[in-house]
Nanobody
Framework: QVHLVESGGGSVQAGGSLRLSCAAS????????MGWFRQAPGKERECVAA????????DYVDSVKGRFTISRDNVKKTAYLQMNSLKPEDTAVYFC????????????????WGQGTQVTVSS
């Protein structure tokens, strides 16, 4: 059974940084794409970053380009989201997800999800 467990959320002031981690278990991690999604109250879920399992190719939503970096350690079966220069509008519950395929930026393409971790950015 596949499990994804996020950690690293918390509260930070604007301009600060956080690093989210997503530990995967139950499958061969290297073959699959990973994505980080977020959902703020009253807003739709959006993919902020994704990384391909085989090529390491990454993609980002425009609002986080230059501030967020997605990475993965295939040995540790863990994906990361380094978030710098955080803004109040980055406040949301952040989810990691795994896709049994290549890189994608839409949630419908992902097969497994973590439970989410809260990120709160104060001004």
């Amino acid at each position: 059974q596949v499990h994804l467990v996020e950690s690293g959320g918390g509260s930070v002031q604007a301009g600060g940084s956080l690093r989210l981690s997503c530990a995967a278990s139950g499958l061969t991690f290297v073959r699959h794409a990973m994505g980080w999604f977020r959902q703020a109250p009253g807003k739709e879920r959006e993919c902020v970053a994704a990384i391909d399992g085989m090529t390491g190719t990454t993609d980002y939503v425009d609002s986080v380009k230059g501030r967020f970096t997605i990475s993965r350690d295939n040995v540790k079966k863990t994906a990361y989201l380094q978030m710098n220069s955080l803004k109040p509008e980055d406040t949301a519950v952040y989810f990691c997800a795994l896709r049994m395929g290549g890189l994608a930026m839409r949630g419908i393409h992902y097969n497994f999800w973590g439970q989410g971790t809260q990120v709160t950015v104060s001004s």
